[in-house]
C-alpha cells in the first residue's frame, strides 16, 4: 500500500492560513490503513485546526473511500463546493485527484507520501517497491534492491554493510545481505553469480510519467457506450 | 590489446605493484596535486585519484589525472556511480582517454549521508560491475552502452575495488568472480588489518582461480594514531581492525611510528600471500608516508618497463 503520514501541525496551519471554510477530506484505503488519512484522523486534525486556527475558519469534514477515482471524488461534489479549499488526507494521487476533478477549488496536501510499503509490525511500516517499471524480483529472492538498498545496487552489496546492517543506517538491514540469506535458505545462492546487466531506466520515472493503456479494456467501454 | 598503463606494464612483467592514493584538494590549487604527486613519484606504480571520495566535494579525479599525466605520471581515474549517470561517466572515459590517462577504477561510491551534501540526489544509473562492463566494451567495440560507435582509440586497464571484510562474508568472493568476469584487470582491496580474513578471502580467491585472470593488490592504510585505528574500527564502512592492532597502537610511545611499522608489516605480510600481486597504499592525506613505507618494505626502486 501507499505510505503517508501527516505533516506537521504547524505546517498545515500556515497552509491552511487565510482559507474561511475548509474541507478536511480523507481518504478509505492506503491512508486508512496506515492511519494518516481516515475518519479518526480527519476528526482529529479538524479539532486541532479548529483551536489553532479559531473562530475564523468553517471545518467539515468527509471520507470517501478512494480520492484516487472519480466515481468516489463525485460524491463529495457539494462538500467540495461549499469550501474555499480541500484539506486532502489522501496520498498526492487524492490530492491531484480532487484538483483535476474540481480545479476551481484550491487542494493542500495535509499528508507527505512516503512510499509504498507494508506493515511490518503495529505502528511500523517500511518501504518494500519504488515502482521502477520492470521488476526483478525473481532474480533476487523477492527482495527488492531497488527499493532496499541505499545505491539501489543491481549486483550484490557494496563494501559497507556490517553485522547484516546498511552503512547508513544501523536501523536498515543490508538489502543485499537479505537476498543472500533468502537464496541460500531456498538452495539457489548460485543465482547471485548472474550479472544483471544495465538497466532500462525508462520503464522508471527517467522516462517521465507512465501511463498503462488497455485496448482491451478501452474497446469493452467503447462498446458500451 | 594492451592500455599502455605503467601499471599494467609492471603487473603484466610479473613485478609486485605499488599504487597510492592521492586526494585531490578541497579548492581549486592544482599546486597541491603537484606537491602530491611529486611525493609519490619514485615510490609507486601509478597513482589513485579518488572522485569525491566520501561524498565530499573535491576537485575532479578527471581534471587531476589529466594534470598527473601531463606531469608524466601514470594516473588511477576513480569514477564513482554515484555522482554521474552513463552518459557523464562515458564522456569523462573520453575525455580522459584522449588525455592519455589509461587506468580507470570503477566504484558504486560512498554514500552521499557520509559526506558534505548529505541531501544530494544520487544516481546510481549503473552500479560498478556495469561501469566495469560499460567501459571493457567501449575499449573492446569502440561503441557506446547505447550503442553508437565513436571515434578514436580508447586502450584501458580496468579496475575495481574489493572488500573481503564487508557483509555477507561468503558472498565476497562471489562478487569479486562478477567483477572479473565484467572485465576488471586489476583489483585494489578495502584496507587490510585483518590478516585472517583476508588470507582466508585469498584462498577462496585462488580456489576460482580468479587470480590468475585479475591482479590483485591488497589495500594498505597507515595509521596515524590511536584515534585513527579506532575511527577505522568504529566507523569506516567494511573495515576490520582487529583488537591487536588496537592495542599496539594504544601501547605505542611513538603512534606514527606504531602505525608505519604496522603498515610495512602488513605489506611483508601480503606478499607472503600467494596470488597477491601488489599492494595499493591509501594514506588518506599524509602521502609523505608513502616513501618511507615503500623503502621499509623493500619495493624501492620502482621498475622502469
Not at chain 2, 594534470?67 to 555522482?83: E, F
Request: aromatic share 4%; proline share 5%; glycine share 10%.
Amino acid at each position: 500500500m501507499i505510505v503517508a503520514q501527516q505533516k506537521p501541525l504547524e505546517d498545515i496551519r500556515q497552509m491552511a492560513r487565510g482559507f474561511r471554510r475548509l474541507l478536511v477530506l480523507g481518504c478509505g484505503t492506503c491512508t486508512t490503513v496506515c492511519f494518516a488519512g481516515g475518519e479518526k484522523e480527519v476528526g482529529l486534525l479538524a479539532t486541532s485546526l479548529r483551536s489553532a486556527l479559531g473562530q475564523e475558519i468553517e471545518i467539515e469534514e468527509a471520507v470517501v473511500q478512494r480520492q484516487c477515482e472519480w466515481e468516489f471524488l463525485d460524491q463529495v461534489g457539494e462538500a467540495v463546493g461549499r469550501a474555499e479549499a480541500v484539506l486532502s488526507l489522501g496520498c498526492g494521487v487524492g490530492v491531484q485527484g480532487i484538483g483535476e476533478r474540481y480545479p476551481g477549488v484550491v487542494v493542500l496536501p495535509g499528508l507527505n507520501t512516503t512510499f509504498m510499503g507494508l506493515t511490518e509490525a503495529p505502528g511500523i511500516w517500511e518501504e518494500r517497491c519504488m515502482a521502477c517499471g520492470d521488476c526483478l524480483l525473481h532474480r533476487t529472492g523477492g527482495i527488492c534492491p531497488v527499493a532496499r538498498c541505499a545505491k539501489s545496487l543491481l549486483n550484490g552489496p557494496c563494501g559497507g554493510p556490517q553485522d547484516g546492517h546498511c552503512e547508513i543506517s544501523p536501523e536498515n538491514p543490508c538489502a543485499w545481505v537479505l537476498i543472500y540469506d533468502r537464496l541460500m535458505q531456498q538452495g539457489r545462492v548460485e543465482q547471485l553469480e548472474e550479472i544483471i546487466p544495465v538497466r532500462d531506466w525508462k520503464a522508471s520515472h527517467s522516462g517521465g510519467p507512465r501511463r498503462i493503456v488497455r485496448p482491451d479494456l478501452r474497446e469493452m467501454v467503447e462498446e458500451e457506450v | 590489446m594492451p592500455a599502455g598503463s605503467n601499471l599494467e606494464a609492471v603487473l603484466s612483467a610479473g613485478r609486485f605493484a605499488v599504487t597510492a592514493e592521492l586526494g585531490p584538494p578541497k579548492g581549486t590549487n592544482l599546486g597541491v596535486v603537484e606537491r602530491k604527486a611529486e611525493i609519490l613519484r619514485h615510490c609507486c606504480d601509478a597513482v589513485n585519484l579518488t572522485d569525491n571520495q566520501t561524498a565530499i566535494v573535491r576537485m575532479s579525479s578527471l581534471a587531476c589525472a589529466i594534470h598527473l599525466r601531463r606531469m608524466g605520471l601514470d594516473p588511477v581515474m576513480q569514477m564513482t556511480c554515484r555522482d554521474r549517470n552513463r552518459l557523464a561517466l562515458q564522456s569523462d572515459v573520453l575525455g580522459a582517454a584522449g588525455a592519455g590517462v589509461r587506468n580507470f577504477l570503477c566504484l558504486s561510491g560512498d554514500h552521499q549521508q557520509f559526506g558534505n551534501h548529505p541531501g544530494a540526489k544520487n544516481v546510481f544509473d549503473l552500479d560498478s560491475i556495469q561501469l566495469i562492463q560499460v567501459l571493457a566494451g567501449m575499449r573492446d567495440t569502440r561503441r557506446f552502452q547505447g550503442g553508437d560507435e565513436f571515434t578514436g582509440d580508447i586502450p584501458m586497464f580496468i579496475g575495481a575495488a574489493a572488500n573481503p571484510f564487508a557483509d555477507p562474508l561468503p558472498y565476497r568472493v562471489v562478487r569479486l568472480a562478477k567483477k572479473v568476469r565484467a572485465g576488471a584487470n586489476f583489483i585494489q582491496t578495502q584496507a587490510v588489518f585483518d590478516l585472517e580474513i583476508f588470507g582466508r578471502w585469498m584462498a577462496q580467491v585462488r580456489a576460482r582461480g580468479l587470480h590468475e585472470q585479475t591482479a590483485i593488490m591488497a589495500g594498505i592504510v597507515p595509521l596515524k594514531s590511536v584515534g585513527t585505528a579506532r575511527y577505522m574500527r568504529d566507523y569506516v564502512s567494511g573495515i576490520t581492525v582487529p583488537d591487536a592492532i588496537i592495542a599496539r597502537m594504544e601501547d605505542a610511545a611513538d603512534p606514527k611510528a606504531e602505525g608505519m611499522a604496522i603498515a610495512v608489516e602488513l605489506i611483508d605480510a601480503a606478499r607472503e600471500i600467494p596470488g597477491v600481486r601488489g599492494v595499493h597504499i591509501m594514506a588518506v592525506g599524509w602521502e609523505d608516508v608513502v616513501p618511507i613505507l615503500t623503502e621499509r618494505a623493500g619495493l624501492l626502486p620502482r621498475p622502469l618497463i
